[in-house]
């Protein structure tokens, strides 16, 4: 079964500061998502990453793949307290059918 | 539009109860999921439907029953719950090209309370 890491599960960061979320896994994907969550609310899409070297931004936050090392970041820049949320990566292996494996989520929270 | 619709938002029910939880979207999305969801974990998924016919079910007990009555339309089907199925429920949809789904866009979620 393909497994999926990410780390830290939990970081506390100060505002202005820089950080990164891992999430490797386990055998080969075809997708790679990312999807932040806040408390008791739902999944919003952040990004869908396709292809090796792929890297996507949107605002202070940018995912990357490399489907070699099977390992994608997301990268924050200049964190606010905005940010501050629970984050997910999930992988699919395209061959079966909507099945998407998830990390355990990183709770990021961004203090002043 | 990518907005998945949820109802109800919370949901309260004793064991013997039956209830149905509902989903809909219209972004011509033809595979739609049911995902449980415990405090401080992802997701978990129950059931997955394409072209409204089941395509995965993830050993779940028959106490939840799906059903997919049009490509817009999704239910989960309650009865006999046990206080440990008290959770998030969120439902999803995507686009299917042959058999590879693309992002997966979820709705807001029902909150059950099981007494």
């Known amino acids: 079964e393909l497994k999926v890491e990410q780390n830290p599960l939990f970081l506390s960061m100060q505002e202005g500061k820089n950080y990164t979320i891992y999430c490797n896994y386990s055998t080969t994907s075809d997708r790679l998502y990312w999807y932040r969550q806040d408390p008791g609310k739902s999944l919003e899409s952040l990004f869908v990453l396709l292809s090796n070297g792929a890297v996507k931004q949107e605002g202070r936050l940018m995912a990357s793949l490399d489907t070699k090392a099977r390992l994608s970041t997301l990268h924050i820049t200049a964190a606010v307290h905005d940010l501050s949320a629970t984050y997910f990566c999930?992988?699919?292996?395209?061959?079966?059918?909507?099945?998407?494996?998830f990390g355990r989520g990183t709770q990021l929270t961004v203090w002043p | 539009d990518t907005e998945v619709t949820q109802t109800p938002k919370h949901l309260v029910m004793g064991m013997t109860n039956k209830k149905s939880l509902k989903c809909e979207q219209h972004?011509?999305?033809?595979?739609m999921y049911w995902y449980k969801q415990k405090a401080k974990k992802p997701p978990e998924l129950m059931f997955v439907y394409s072209y409204e016919k089941l395509s995965i079910n993830e050993s779940v007990p028959s106490r939840f029953s799906p059903e997919c009555p049009n490509s817009s339309l999704l239910n989960l089907h309650l009865h006999a719950l046990q206080p440990e199925d008290s959770a998030l429920y969120l439902c999803?949809?995507?686009?299917?090209?042959?058999?590879?789904?693309?992002?997966?866009?979820f709705g807001p979620g029902t909150r059950l309370t099981v007494l």
């Open positions: 972004m011509g999305h033809r595979a």
């Open positions: 999930a992988v699919d292996r395209g061959s079966t059918l909507g099945r998407l494996y």
């Open positions: 999803a949809s995507s686009q299917v090209n042959l058999i590879v789904t693309d992002t997966q866009y």
